[in-house]
C-alpha cells in the first residue's frame, strides 16, 4: 500500500509547529510554540517585550481530523513590564484562545467562530427558501 501524505492547514497564527503525535487514546496532539514577541502589560496596558520564560502548558481542543480529537499543546509566553511597580510578569494573550476559559474543556477553542459561521449559513438558507432572497 502507498503511504499517502496528507497536509492539512493548522490555521492557528503566532504558532509553530514542533511535533505531531498520537497519544494512548489514539487522539492527534500538535505541540506548538509561541511566536508572539509581546504582549500587553496586564496593570498599565503598555506592549511590552521584555521575555520572561513560559507559563505552565496548556491543552486546548481543536477540530477533529477524520473524526478523530485534536489537541493543541503549548507553553504560553511570559513578558516583564519595566515601568510597572515590582515588575509585574504578564502572560500572552492569543488572538485564537481565550485565556479567562476553563483549561481542558471539550469544547473545540474555534467553536464560537463555527456557531457564528452556521447561524449565518442557517439564516441564508432561511431567506433563501421561505422569502426567496437570495445573496450571491
Ligand atoms: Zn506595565
Not at 502507498?2 to 505541540?31: A, C, G, M, R, Y
Not at 496586564?42 to 511590552?48: D, E, L, P, Q, V
Request: glycine share 2%; net charge positive.
Amino acid at each position: 500500500m502507498n503511504n499517502v501524505l496528507l497536509q492539512i492547514p493548522l490555521d492557528i497564527p503566532d504558532v509553530k509547529i514542533e511535533k505531531f503525535t498520537k497519544d494512548s487514546q489514539h487522539q492527534f496532539v500538535v505541540t506548538v510554540t509561541s511566536t508572539c514577541k509581546s504582549a500587553e502589560c496586564r496593570k498599565c496596558h503598555k506592549t511590552i517585550e521584555k521575555f520572561y520564560g513560559y507559563d505552565k502548558e496548556i491543552t486546548l481542543r481543536h477540530l477533529p481530523i477524520f473524526a478523530t480529537p485534536v489537541w493543541i499543546k503549548i507553553k504560553p509566553k511570559r513578558f516583564q513590564c519595566p515601568d510597572c511597580e515590582g515588575k509585574p510578569t504578564t502572560t500572552q494573550q492569543c488572538s485564537w484562545y481565550d485565556v479567562s476559559i476553563p483549561r481542558n474543556r471539550e469544547e473545540p477553542v474555534f467553536l464560537p467562530t463555527i456557531k457564528a459561521k452556521c447561524i449565518i449559513s442557517t439564516l441564508l438558507h432561511l431567506l433563501r427558501t421561505t422569502f426567496y432572497i437570495d445573496f450571491h
